[in-house]
Structure formats: C-alpha cells, structure tokens
C-alpha cells in the first residue's frame, strides 16, 4: 500500500492580507497529478485543515473540489482536524462521506477506531488522532492527572496501542498534530504551548509502522517512521526559498518498506529583497522574482515617498514592506536619563531624528523653536 503523507494545508489562510486560496487549489489539486503518476492509494492529511474554525464559504469549496478529485483520481483520502480547525465542524458529515472513501476522524471518544483500508498483504489501520487540545482531552479520555500534550497524547496512543493488539498481524499508520521533540518550527505556526508544556517526546508514538505528524511546516524526519510532511505553501517569508513536498510512503507485508519526497509545485515563490528603492526600481537582476509574492525592506537614508505603490510597479505581488533605513543607534538609557539637561528644541529635535531616522534640518529647527516658542507664549497667558 502506498500512501501519500501531507499535512497543514490552511485553506482560507492569507499572506499579509492577500488571499492564497487560487494558489492553494492550484497546489492541492495538483495532488491527483501525484496520486495518478505515483499510483497512490491514501492520501493522509494530519490536520489544520482549515486556517480557521469557521471557514469562509469560499474555503470550504475549495476543499470540496480538491476532495472530489482525489477521489477520482482513485485515492482514498483520511484526515483529521488541527489546532486551527473546529473538530465538530470538520466531522459534519463524516458518515456518508466515509461512503465515498473520504474518511474524516475528529472525534477524541473514537480515535482509537481505525480507519480499515485493505492491500494483497492484509489490512492497514490508519488511527486519526485530532487535536488534542490537553484540559477538553484530557476528560474525554478519563485522566484523573497530567494537562500537557505529552499526557493526553501518551493515553490516546495507548488506546491505539490497546486496539492493536486486538488486530493481529495488522500495519498501522498514526495521523497526528502536535509539536514533537527533534522538530524545527516556522514563525508561520500558531503557538500551542499550554503551561510552558507543548513538546511531545516521540517515542510517545512507539509501537506503530508509520507516523504522520502536522502541525509544523517545514518538512522534516524525526525518524525513518516519524515524520513532517511540513505545509503545502510557504504562508510566511521566513519560509522563502523552502522546497515543499509530501512524503510518500511505502507498506509491505513486513511494515515500513520505504519513504521518499514528492516535491509540490510552488505557483508563486516567495522572496524577499533588501535595498534603496531606486535600485529595487532598476535593478535588471530582479527581473526573475517579479511575479513572486514579494517582502520588501527598504534602506533608503530618508524613508520614500509612497514606496508601495512605486514597488507594485515593478513587482505587482508585492505584499509586505518595511523601512530598515539608518536612523540612530538604540539609546539603552532610561527615559529620565535622556532628557535629563536638554532643552525642549533639542528634546523635540532627538524626536524628529528617531522617527524619521534624519536629523532636522536648520530651517526645520528654526520653525520647531518658533512653535515651542508660541506654545509658550500661550501657556504663560
């Protein structure tokens, strides 16, 4: 049996306030194309499906396509909720999309009920654990102690384990979303540290063929049986230059018989430039990245005027900017300290410098006294 391993696709989700979602279809239905060529028979998304709870009506068509050709592309199609998607929403549903092979495992009472998918070799449970959100799982699951990831997540793997060993000679794949120990986050992850407490040990996960982790976006293998698919799309800069993929992975009559990437289409690649604006204007070498979504940092001496608008001449995706021009060096002293024996003109003046990184010119200056000067004037009668 193989499986393609994908995790994190954050329908709905957008960059700096631009939408993502025709780059997301573009990416997510190119998934049939991988399902055909490499004869895929389940396609496992380890949760956030969704970027929010409630999903806007776009997002959810989005998803019903992307579902659709999965399916007639001839993949079973297994998932579970993140910690950005609503569990009770995400299951509506669920039993009579199960009859058409798209099985949606949400709910925590029933995470140890495998999904049963069948090969020459015999069955393959595929469990999905949702989100386990440690005080609501841990009453579901009944634990009298223990509020972390690693409690709820350790219970939940030992009904898994239970379940198992009920099923004799059984192969076992495990869908979860949680942040594991040996991961390397993104800054494009919501934080789901609950007490100081969000690392989950992975030898949590012992006793199963295959793990698919999701939660973190940068793809990644914590071992040869533990593993991130990492997100779809790149949904920050700090993530410009990272090649996605998903894993496809491999079940004999044995277990684990291989995994190796599968890398996705980038329909717009993230870059970030850094320069004055006249040259980011001129400059040929940025001709290949004008079609990218674009992050600007500005180091112009005096900030532009309209930069945006000038920059989206040139590079129209351009979606986030910043102004790192030269203003003055970070002035450790205490507020007191730095106004302590300066006059109002200079302390006005230190202002000017520090919010337009230029010193005020001496016309400037001459018109800011005039100013103090009348505020004086006013205050004294």
């Given at each position: 049996?193989?499986?393609?391993?994908?995790?994190?696709?954050?329908?709905?989700?957008?960059?700096?306030?631009?939408?993502?979602?025709?780059?997301?279809?573009?990416?997510?239905?190119?998934?049939?194309?991988?399902?055909?060529?490499?004869?895929?028979?389940?396609?496992?998304?380890?949760?956030?499906?969704?970027?929010?709870?409630?999903?806007?009506?776009?997002?959810?068509?989005?998803?019903?396509?992307?579902?659709?050709?999965?399916?007639?592309?001839?993949?079973?199609?297994?998932?579970?909720?993140?910690?950005?998607?609503?569990?009770?929403?995400?299951?509506?549903?669920?039993?009579?999309?199960?009859?058409?092979?798209?099985?949606?495992?949400?709910?925590?009472?029933?995470?140890?009920?495998?999904?049963?998918?069948?090969?020459?070799?015999?069955?393959?449970?595929?469990?999905?654990?949702?989100?386990?959100?440690?005080?609501?799982?841990?009453?579901?699951?009944?634990?009298?102690?223990?509020?972390?990831?690693?409690?709820?997540?350790?219970?939940?793997?030992?009904?898994?384990?239970?379940?198992?060993?009920?099923?004799?000679?059984?192969?076992?794949?495990?869908?979860?979303?949680?942040?594991?120990?040996?991961?390397?986050?993104s800054d494009s992850e919501r934080d789901i540290c609950v007490g100081g407490v969000d690392l989950v040990p992975a030898a949590v996960f012992d006793g199963v063929d295959y793990v698919a982790l999701g939660h973190l976006h940068?793809?990644?293998?914590?071992?040869?049986?533990?593993?991130?698919?990492?997100?779809?799309?790149?949904?920050?800069?700090?993530?410009?230059?990272?090649?996605?993929?998903?894993?496809?992975?491999?079940?004999?009559?044995?277990?684990?018989?291989?995994?190796?990437?599968?890398?996705?289409?980038?329909?717009?690649?993230?870059?970030?430039?850094?320069?004055?604006?006249?040259?980011?204007?001129?400059?040929?070498?940025?001709?290949?990245?004008?079609?990218?979504?674009?992050?600007?940092?500005?180091?112009?001496?005096?900030?532009?005027?309209?930069?945006?608008?000038?920059?989206?001449?040139?590079?129209?995706?351009?979606?986030?900017?910043?102004?790192?021009?030269?203003?003055?060096?970070?002035?450790?002293?205490?507020?007191?300290?730095?106004?302590?024996?300066?006059?109002?003109?200079?302390?006005?003046?230190?202002?000017?410098?520090?919010?337009?990184?230029?010193?005020?010119?001496?016309?400037?200056?001459?018109?800011?006294?005039?100013?103090?000067?009348?505020?004086?004037?006013?205050?004294?009668?």
């Amino acid at each position: 049996m193989r499986l393609l391993h994908t995790s994190d696709w954050h329908i709905g989700r957008s960059l700096h306030g631009t939408d993502l979602l025709a780059e997301q279809e573009a990416v997510l239905s190119g998934l049939a194309d991988v399902v055909v060529a490499e004869s895929v028979d389940v396609v496992v998304v380890a949760g956030d499906v969704y970027d929010r709870a409630v999903p806007a009506a776009d997002a959810t068509g989005v998803l019903d396509r992307v579902l659709m050709r999965l399916r007639r592309a001839g993949a079973d199609v297994v998932l579970t909720p993140g910690n950005h998607d609503s569990a009770r929403r995400l299951a509506f549903g669920a039993g009579l999309m199960a009859r058409s092979g798209v099985h949606v495992r949400a709910l925590t009472p029933a995470l140890d009920e495998p999904v049963l998918l069948s090969d020459q070799h015999g069955d393959v449970a595929v469990y999905g654990l949702p989100y386990l959100e440690p005080e609501v799982a841990r009453h579901e699951l009944g634990l009298t102690e223990g509020r972390s990831h690693a409690a709820v997540l350790g219970a939940a793997m030992d009904r898994v384990r239970a379940d198992l060993l009920l099923r004799p000679g059984v192969r076992s794949v495990v869908l979860a979303h949680a942040f594991v120990g040996g991961g390397v986050p993104s800054d494009s992850e919501r934080d789901i540290c609950v007490g100081g407490v969000d690392l989950v040990p992975a030898a949590v996960f012992d006793g199963v063929d295959y793990v698919a982790l999701g939660h973190l976006h940068r793809p990644q293998s914590l071992s040869d049986r533990v593993r991130y698919s990492g997100s779809p799309l790149a949904y920050s800069f700090g993530e410009a230059g990272q090649r996605k993929q998903a894993w496809l992975v491999d079940l004999d009559a044995a277990g684990l018989a291989g995994v190796r990437a599968v890398q996705l289409p980038a329909p717009r690649q993230l870059t970030v430039l850094r320069g004055e604006l006249a040259e980011l204007l001129a400059d040929p070498r940025h001709g290949p990245v004008e079609e990218h979504f674009v992050s600007v940092q500005l180091t112009d001496a005096v900030r532009p005027v309209d930069p945006m608008r000038r920059l989206r001449g040139r590079f129209p995706h351009c979606v986030h900017l910043e102004w790192a021009g030269g203003g003055p060096a970070a002035d450790v002293r205490s507020y007191t300290e730095r106004l302590s024996g300066r006059g109002d003109l200079e302390i006005v003046g230190e202002f000017v410098d520090h919010v337009r990184g230029v010193a005020a010119t001496a016309d400037e200056r001459e018109l800011l006294g005039r100013a103090l000067a009348a505020a004086a004037r006013e205050e004294a009668s």
